[in-house]
């Protein structure tokens, strides 16, 4: 039995959709037709009528094309997993609309006399403290960034973060902290001594982050990063950000190499 096919006007009319779209779609590989007539127009069939379901659904939880295209390959299979990376991305934005809302009813609170671009300035600095660039998406969970969100709220003044949030903290400074993690757990594995030069170097390199990260050793934000550290290790086990998680044996021994670098000399 054949199937029934349509011509672009009605398929359009059907799907509720756009001409304009379908050739949209078609170009972009998503939609591509069932056939065509002999004088080359466009023939849709039911079985499209599914896929464009599916492309519509996906739209409106707001996948790319790019990522509806990928997933409609895949079949269900890559589906629950890419829901749930939707569903965090869709909850990043909307703690970046919360943070705006929070922005503006702080500045409408401020009086007449105070409120100027320098305090507006300072106040979106502060919240953007909050938010995050995509890349961490790949390193740390939503709630594993909530917590660490928390954690800064917790730790640091409020001049600390003024600061902090005319600092881009890039994906390579992250980076970084991830390569001096794995080398001490490296060298802790190996049992190391901590005074070797490895363990050495390894301390001098952490005191270059810390330096980078701290502004150059600015004291408000020394204190904050202190105290971040202690509400960290406070956490319960299962709260802690494993990115950035040092069990007992390598925080002694890192301790013990910096301790070591930065002995005074006799």
Same mark, same amino acid.
């Not at 959709?17 to 949209?24: A, D, E, N, P, W």
């Not at 705006?100 to 671009?117: G, Q, S, V, W």
């Not at 701290?214 to 956490?235: H, P, R, T, Y």
């Not at 709260?239 to 930065?262: D, G, H, N, V, W």
């Given at each position: 039995?054949?199937?029934?096919?349509?011509?672009?006007?009605?398929?359009?009319?059907?799907?509720?959709?756009?001409?304009?779209?379908?050739?949209?779609?078609?170009?972009?590989?998503?939609?591509?037709?069932?056939?065509?007539?002999?004088?080359?127009?466009?023939?849709?069939?039911?079985?499209?009528?599914?896929?464009?379901?599916?492309?519509?659904?996906?739209?409106?939880?707001?996948?790319?094309?790019?990522?509806?295209?990928?997933?409609?390959?895949?079949?269900?299979?890559?589906?629950?997993?890419?829901?749930?990376?939707?569903?965090?991305?869709?909850?990043?934005?909307?703690?970046?609309?919360?943070?705006?809302?929070?922005?503006?009813?702080?500045?409408?609170?401020?009086?007449?006399?105070?409120?100027?671009?320098?305090?507006?300035?300072?106040?979106?600095?502060?919240?953007?403290?909050?938010?995050?660039?995509?890349?961490?998406?790949?390193?740390?969970?939503?709630?594993?960034?909530?917590?660490?969100?928390? *954690?800064?709220?917790?730790? /640091?003044?409020?001049?600390?973060? +003024?600061? $902090?949030? !005319?600092?881009?903290?890039? %994906?390579? #400074?992250?980076?970084?902290?991830?390569?001096?993690?794995?080398?001490?757990?490296?060298?802790?594995?190996?049992?190391?001594?901590?005074?070797?030069?490895?363990? *050495?170097?390894?301390?001098? /390199?952490?005191?270059?982050?810390? +330096?980078? $990260?701290? !502004?150059?050793?600015?004291? %408000?934000? #020394?204190?904050?990063?202190?105290?971040?550290?202690?509400?960290?290790?406070?956490?319960?086990?299962?709260?802690?950000?494993?990115?950035?998680?040092?069990?007992?044996?390598?925080?002694?021994?890192?301790?013990?190499?910096?301790?070591?670098?930065?002995?005074?000399?006799?």
């Amino acid at each position: 039995m054949s199937k029934k096919l349509y011509q672009t006007n009605e398929f359009a009319k059907k799907s509720s959709v756009s001409v304009r779209t379908l050739q949209f779609y078609d170009k972009k590989g998503l939609l591509s037709p069932s056939g065509f007539t002999q004088a080359g127009y466009r023939l849709y069939s039911d079985d499209d009528l599914v896929r464009l379901q599916q492309i519509l659904a996906l739209k409106y939880l707001g996948f790319s094309l790019a990522g509806i295209k990928t997933l409609i390959n895949k079949g269900v299979s890559g589906f629950p997993n890419a829901l749930r990376e939707q569903k965090e991305m869709l909850f990043d934005k909307r703690r970046q609309i919360d943070s705006i809302i929070a922005a503006i009813e702080k500045i409408e609170k401020m009086e007449n006399e105070k409120l100027d671009f320098e305090a507006i300035v300072n106040i979106i600095e502060v919240i953007q403290m909050d938010l995050k660039p995509e890349w961490v998406n790949k390193y740390l969970t939503s709630e594993e960034r909530t917590t660490l969100r928390s *954690l800064t709220k917790q730790s /640091y003044s409020e001049e600390a973060l +003024r600061k $902090l949030g !005319q600092q881009k903290f890039t %994906e390579e #400074l992250h980076q970084q902290y991830g390569y001096f993690r794995d080398e001490l757990r490296r060298l802790v594995v190996k049992n190391t001594d901590p005074a070797s030069q490895e363990a *050495l170097s390894l301390a001098k /390199y952490l005191m270059d982050l810390n +330096r980078q $990260l701290s !502004q150059g050793w600015d004291e %408000e934000i #020394l204190g904050g990063m202190k105290k971040s550290w202690e509400n960290f290790n406070a956490l319960p086990k299962d709260k802690k950000p494993q990115m950035y998680t040092l069990t007992t044996e390598e925080r002694e021994f890192i301790k013990q190499a910096c301790s070591i670098l930065y002995k005074p000399k006799p």
